[in-house]
């Protein structure tokens, strides 16, 4: 079973995406976590992406493609989580294409909603914390880049909400209720 946890910066994908790793056997593949990571080393494309994600803003279509696609040759196990990605209506093509090539498909797609004053709160905590914990805060984690995250997400990738929905793969839920609540509504609509 392959799908997609779609929703804005801080409603949660990563987190219900972790607990389903553990229930499910499901692998997660996380765009923003191969960027942070690819960040860190310090390759060529770490150095690319680094300003354009420390903004807020997508990184080109082209990256993030290519991140999936070597992820998708491996092993399947309980499937994939997409978690991040697709963000623009050009990687939920690719994305079709790179699931119909392995001979995949995709099964659902999970919207969770939330309110955009509680995610700047959340994100805003989530950096407190971090720095708290002794930790440092994600570059993008603070109040301006959060705000362009969000444009970023209602011009690009909320239009997926209709695509979805026009295929009849979208089920939405709430993303704000408490995290085993989440959970609980994402695993009736996998069934
Ligand atoms: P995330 O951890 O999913 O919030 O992603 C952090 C940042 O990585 C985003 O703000 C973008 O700069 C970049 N990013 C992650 N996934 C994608 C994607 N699918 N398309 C474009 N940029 C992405």
Known sequence: MNIILL?????????QASRL??????IQLSTG?????????????GKIVSEVMDRGELVTDEIVIGLIREQLEGDKKGGFIFDGFPRTLAQADALAEL?????????AVIEMQVDDEVLVHRIVNRAKEA??????A???DNEDSLRIRLMEYYKKTSPLIGY??????????????????????????LG
Not at 7 to 15: E, L, Q, S, Y
Not at 21 to 26: A, F, L, T
Not at 99 to 107: I, M, Q, S, T, W
């Open 7 to 15: 929703g804005p910066p801080g409603a949660g994908k990563g987190t």
């Open 21 to 26: 790793v553990e229930s499910r056997g499901m």
């Open 33 to 45: 976590d191969m960027l942070r990571a690819a960040k860190t080393s310090g390759t060529e494309m």
């Open 99 to 107: 699931l119909a090539e392995v001979g995949e498909k995709l099964d």
């Open 131 to 136: 720095v708290a914990a002794g930790g440092t």
């Open 138 to 140: 994600r570059a993008d």
């Open 164 to 189: 979805y929905h026009a295929k009849g793969d979208l089920s939405s839920i709430d993303g704000l209720a408490s995290m085993d609540e989440v959970e609980a509504s994402i695993v009736k609509v």
